[in-house]
């Protein structure tokens, strides 16, 4: 089988995208995890299919892998860039929405930018103690779709990302599935950086949408920064979060930034 893709990259989280409306593609987690391999295949962080919208909640859905080959519920950079594709592809001329497994997602466009809405945040849990082979450490966590946890650094460029994310990433104490991990600084005020570690990539990628937001929201809560948040990532884009708290939770998260193509090609699987 020949597939017909385009590679994007939403500040710097890198995707393959294909056309499957028509649902010609057949394709396995382990061809999924090759064509993402950086040296074997394409490279990439994820691969995404546009499909008929079985549901009839939303204009579209996606089909979405990580680079090992797993499925996951919902990605924040993916998402703008999935959005983008449509809107060439379709030639939609305003808002959109998608389907995705955490819900349905509305896009925005300006110009080469993307606002996309996430699905309401939920289990907000603050300051835990988790025991590390480094020590006892304070980590938070929100789900933004997908699981987050994110422990806050003095120095983004001096953190273990890879060693402690692995370690926090597998930890008893986000059993079953795991979870994300990001390392958040403060910069000054409604502004961090942050590096992720994403769960189904195993390793740091450039930037992380969900990852950002979930950073956010919990500078909200512990450092009290109000929306919206600007979120320097590991790629060197600015991405911005806004948001509304309702209580001790949010509401209506907006995921602002970047989504490029880079080219097209065709691929024999």
């Known amino acids: 089988m020949i597939l017909e893709f385009t590679k994007m ?38 691969l995404m299919l546009l499909v008929p919208c079985a549901s009839g909640k939303a204009d579209w859905a996606w089909e979405f892998w990580n680079s090992d080959g797993s499925r996951a519920e919902m990605c924040g950079n993916g998402a703008r860039c999935f959005a983008r594709y449509i809107q060439r592809l379709t030639g939609a001329p305003g808002a959109l929405t998608f389907e995705t497994v955490a819900g349905v997602i509305t896009a925005n466009f300006h110009g080469a930018r993307v606002t996309v809405n996430l699905t309401p945040p939920h289990s907000l849990r603050l300051a835990e103690s988790v025991p590390l082979a480094g020590g006892a450490t304070a980590i938070h966590s929100l789900n933004t779709g997908v699981p ?17 994310g692995a370690e926090v990433r597998y930890h008893a104490h986000f059993k079953p599935k795991g979870t994300n991990v990001n390392f958040a600084q403060v910069l000054g005020p409604n502004h961090i950086r942050v590096r992720t570690y994403e769960r189904g990539v195993e390793g740091e990628t450039l930037a992380c949408g969900t990852g950002v937001s979930a950073a956010a929201m919990i500078s909200a809560r512990v450092h009290g920064f109000t929306s919206p948040i600007k979120v320097q990532v590991q790629g060197g884009d600015t991405l911005e979060v806004a948001f509304n708290t309702v209580g001790e939770g949010f509401s209506d998260v907006q995921l602002n930034g970047p989504a490029d193509f880079v080219f097209n090609g065709r691929v024999e699987i």
């Open 9 to 46: 990259n939403g500040a710097g989280n890198d995707f393959i995208l294909a056309d499957n409306r028509t649902s010609h593609i057949q394709i396995t987690s382990e061809q999924v995890a090759r064509l993402c391999h950086r040296q074997r295949g394409i490279g990439a962080d994820g």
């Open 148 to 164: 987050h946890a994110v422990i806050f650094v003095p120095d983004a460029t001096g953190a273990m990302v890879n060693q402690v």
